[in-house]
């Protein structure tokens, strides 16, 4: 691998590695079996000899190959244990201060409001950990990563229809458990 190359994989990775453990975990329940999706996601991309056409192809490939890594490591006999529901959050939650993760880009003007925040962050995550996995994904890669119920209903091989009304489900059962604190709109 050239040094370019090199420079080039560590940008990717700056750039998706988050997104991809993020959704890697939340599907496996496990720090390092997510780590492990992570790193065999960027070996499938160096081995990739295709050309995507833009930054959100790039996206949606590297998102597609990590819920195929996870289904492949959900069918393995050899499973590791599941973290807890807040070992996993505070793993997920990691980096939010420095700006990355669940709630970035929400300055809080005061300690004490950072606090009740990440307080906010930590329960919302738990909530979303606890539904089923097929509501669990299109949460996460509808809000977390923002990406359009098209293109979810692509990536993981379901319907336009599907889809929306897993959403609909899923910020259902998410008011009921986070006792209407929240809108999901």
Known sequence: ???????????KINAYGNMLFKLSFLRLRNVQD?????????YQ???????FESPEHEKAWL??????????VWRSAKRRPQKS??????EILKG?????????GMAAPDPEE????????????EAVMELPERYRDVIHLFYYEEIPIKEI????GRGESTVTSQLTRARGQLKKMLKGEYEFG
């Open 45 to 51: 991309y160096l081995k990739t000899s295709r050309t």
């Open 63 to 72: 998102v597609k190959v990590t819920l195929n890594a996870c289904r492949k």
């Open 85 to 90: 529901l807040e070992e996993g959050a505070s």
């Open 1 to 11: 691998m050239t040094r370019t190359e090199d420079q080039e994989l560590q940008l």
């Open 34 to 42: 997510a780590e492990d999706v992570v790193q065999e996601v960027f």
């Open 153 to 156: 209903a692509r990536l993981t």
């Open 114 to 125: 950072a606090a009740v925040r990440q307080e906010e962050r930590r329960r919302v995550l």
């Open 96 to 104: 939010t201060e420095e700006g990355e993760g669940i709630g970035a």
